[in-house]
């Protein structure tokens, strides 16, 4: 068990440019989520992936924001056109289900600076 | 929806002292998970202890303990003998268990808790 890797941990872009970034769950995890940190606040849930399937999505995601998970296992998160207001941290957490709700470990997050 | 309210932003002991974090939430439901997550500066974030709603019993984890009032819907941590590496950014969490874990946490703003040497 390595725990919950993202990468890259740290993405300087500018305005206008696509970002894509990776989270590899553990392995034994079929749940998984991605939330947004900005400075000073708590972060928040942004989506969320029971094995391939995107069940839930917040109104945080906007069309420029898209989530993959094509096998269940990593999951990309893509930034089209990115926008200064999208500086942040971008986190990745899984769980198991062992219970109906279980846990989050979370992933050292993506910082993400648009210029 | 789902609110969570930590008030202090910022908290300040001695090692070795006892502090206490507070924490209040806001929901309808009557099943939920409330957690206390810890980040450490430029750290990610770690579990720090959990707590069924359905549980009367307050968790403890080591130093770490709750007061978990629900009918007041309060959620404070205390941190007993504190010690240098508790020093980071605390996050009361909430989470609802009618949606499976669809609808992810929902975090407080936290509170940074500095201990001093």
């Known amino acids: 068990d390595t725990g919950v890797s993202q990468d890259p941990r740290h993405k300087i872009t500018k305005r206008g440019q696509n970002v894509t970034f990776r989270c590899d769950p553990i392995s034994e995890h079929n749940r998984l989520y991605w939330y947004r940190q900005t400075l000073g606040q708590g972060p928040e849930f942004l989506t969320y992936f029971q094995n391939e399937a995107q069940l839930e999505k917040s109104r945080l995601l906007s069309d420029r924001f898209s989530a993959e998970r094509p096998k269940g296992s990593f999951s990309t998160l893509e930034i089209q056109r990115t926008e200064q207001g999208d500086s942040a941290m971008y986190l990745c957490?899984?769980?198991?289900?062992?219970?109906?709700?279980?846990?989050?470990?979370f992933g050292p997050g993506t910082r993400l600076t648009v210029l | 929806a789902q609110t969570v309210t930590q008030s202090q932003p910022e908290m300040s002991v001695q090692e070795a002292e006892t502090v206490t974090l507070s924490c209040t939430y806001d929901t309808s439901e009557n099943n939920y998970y409330l957690f206390w997550y810890k980040q450490p500066p430029s750290r990610q974030m770690i579990l720090v202890i959990r707590?069924?709603?359905?549980?009367?019993q307050n968790a403890t984890e080591n130093r770490f303990s709750v007061n978990f009032q629900k009918a007041a819907k309060s959620f404070s941590l205390k941190i007993s003998d504190s010690q240098l590496g508790d020093t980071a950014m605390y996050f009361c969490a909430f989470m609802t268990t009618s949606g499976g874990g669809a609808d992810g946490l929902t975090f407080g703003k936290g509170t940074h808790l500095i201990i001093q040497p």
């Open positions: 707590q069924e709603a359905y549980k009367q």
């Open positions: 957490a899984s769980s198991g289900e062992q219970t109906s709700t279980d846990t989050q470990y």
